[in-house]
């Protein structure tokens, strides 16, 4: 049983416009979402994060929302670079002692110069 | 600041043959650490977790064996590699307590034949 899914395998975005990438879960327990960013290769690179406390969170280029109700999380990038070309993984975890990060299956982003 | 270093970067190991991949982290006391593997085109997978010295939590049923021998110090072993076992081998530490931010190493990639 997946919690976590990121039903988009791959996303193309030219170069300067906004990037959406989306996450849904299933368990109402999440209540920390996290963003990574994965080069080929390499291990993942933490890039935001966001509390159930809140519905948004910035950083510079990158924006996370959260949609409780729905269960829907998406991280917006804006504006898109080449360098962001990479695999983006979605994770949650409950905020008691399991220490578990529970992971999507990632979703590819290619943008084009 | 804090790193994480793992070793080997890649190797390739006969079936049957013992593995082991060691993990240190360094600039931080107490960390919690993880064991995660990614197989090819699949999100992460957690494998092990540790709170402190001597202390492993198995996640998944399988043929490797997790270590803490020393605070900083993560191995991950296997007496017998199976094919089933390759993949993408990730360490990963977040600060003692609980929820939290994941930082992960560069990874290894484990090929067995």
């Known amino acids: 049983d997946q919690q976590v899914k990121q039903n988009s395998p791959s996303l193309s975005v030219q170069e300067g416009r906004i990037s959406i990438l989306n996450c849904d879960y299933t368990?109402?327990?999440?209540?920390?979402f996290l963003w990574y960013k994965k080069y080929p290769a390499e291990g993942p690179t933490f890039l935001i994060s966001i509390s159930s406390i809140k519905d948004k969170n910035e950083d510079g280029r990158f924006t996370v929302f959260l949609n409780k109700s729905a269960k829907h999380l998406s991280l917006h990038i804006v504006p898109s670079q080449p360098g962001d070309s990479a695999v983006y993984f979605c994770?949650?975890?409950?905020?008691?002692?399991?220490?578990?990060?529970?992971f999507g299956s990632g979703t590819r982003l290619l943008v084009r110069p | 600041s804090q790193t994480i270093h793992q070793w080997p970067a890649t190797l390739v190991q006969p079936v049957g043959s013992p593995l082991s991949l060691e993990c240190t982290v360094e600039g931080t006391s107490n960390p919690n650490l993880y064991w995660y593997r990614q197989a090819a085109g699949r999100g992460l997978q957690l494998l092990f977790y540790s709170v402190g010295i001597g202390q492993i939590s198995s996640e998944v049923p399988q043929n490797l064996s997790a270590s803490r021998p020393q605070d900083r110090q993560f191995i991950l072993s296997s007496k017998k590699l199976l094919l089933s076992d390759s993949g993408f081998y990730l360490c990963?530490?977040?600060?003692?307590?609980?929820?939290?931010?994941?930082?992960f190493g560069p990874g290894t990639r484990l090929l067995v034949l």
């Open positions: 994770a949650a975890s409950v905020g008691d002692s399991s220490y578990k990060l529970i």
């Open positions: 990963a530490w977040s600060l003692a307590g609980g929820i939290g931010t994941q930082y």
């Open positions: 368990n109402s327990m999440f209540d920390y």
